[in-house]
């Protein structure tokens, strides 16, 4: 049984540069969640989909980012003009429809120079 | 909106300690509640939940009841090991998305 995956596990980047993070969720999900993770704080939800559709985005998610799913299989998180408070750890979870626990990633952590 | 609130950390234990971790929170309906486990370097594990009031979810020695009254759901476990040293997150999620809010999470360190 294959987990959630992410790609890359760490990034480090300078400020004002595009980063792209990927997830891979378990095969038979169609829900698929992104959050940030900051130290010291629980995840906070950027955006959810359910199958290819991006159903909601948190008020965080500025539009310097922008989150795809094109197949409704695995989804990609980008970043526009990184800036330092981007830092942060960014978790991907998936779920089946059949129920409301969340399986989550091992996350992707980015550091902005 | 919904919330919730976790006793602040970090919680230091003497190997075979009795543990308590507490959990309110505030929410419209009749959410499902959750205590997720982050191990160091690791992502976030689901460790037990419960979906209605009075319910007791439990798992790896942990236990949680769901307490509509009091809007609690404290995680307790009688005795704790030094392998579970981790931060726990309480959470709660409702609606048809079921997007969770979390908690700030509770750091446990379990000495020798």
């Known amino acids: 049984d294959t987990g959630v995956s992410q790609d890359p596990r760490h990034k480090i980047t300078k400020r004002g540069q595009n980063v792209t993070f990927r997830c891979d969720p378990i095969s038979e999900h169609n829900r698929l969640y992104w959050y940030r993770q900051t130290l010291g704080q629980g995840p906070e939800f950027l955006t959810y989909f359910q199958n290819e559709a991006q159903l909601e985005k948190s008020r965080l998610l500025s539009n310097r980012f922008s989150a795809e799913r094109p197949k409704g299989s695995f989804s990609t998180l980008e970043i526009q003009r990184t800036e330092q408070g981007d830092s942060a750890m960014y978790l991907c979870?998936?779920?089946?429809?059949?129920?409301?626990?969340?399986?989550f990633g091992p996350g992707t952590r980015l550091t902005v120079l | 909106g919904n919330s919730v609130t976790q006793m602040e950390g970090p919680v230091t234990l003497s190997e075979e300690a009795f543990l308590t971790i507490n959990c309110t929170y505030t929410?419209?309906?009749?959410?499902?509640l959750f205590w997720y486990v982050q191990y160091p370097g690791e992502g976030l594990q689901l460790l037990l939940k419960?979906?209605?009031?009075?319910d007791k979810g439990s798992n790896k020695g942990f236990e949680a009841t769901y307490r509509k009254e009091t809007t609690s759901f404290h995680l307790e476990k009688g005795s704790v090991q030094v392998s579970d040293s981790a931060v726990y997150f309480c959470a709660l999620a409702s609606g048809g998305s079921y997007i969770p809010t979390f908690g700030r999470g509770t750091s446990l360190i379990v000495h020798p």
């Open positions: 979870a998936s779920r089946p429809s059949s129920t409301d626990t969340q399986y």
């Open positions: 929410a419209t309906g009749y959410p499902s």
């Open positions: 419960a979906t209605k009031a009075d």
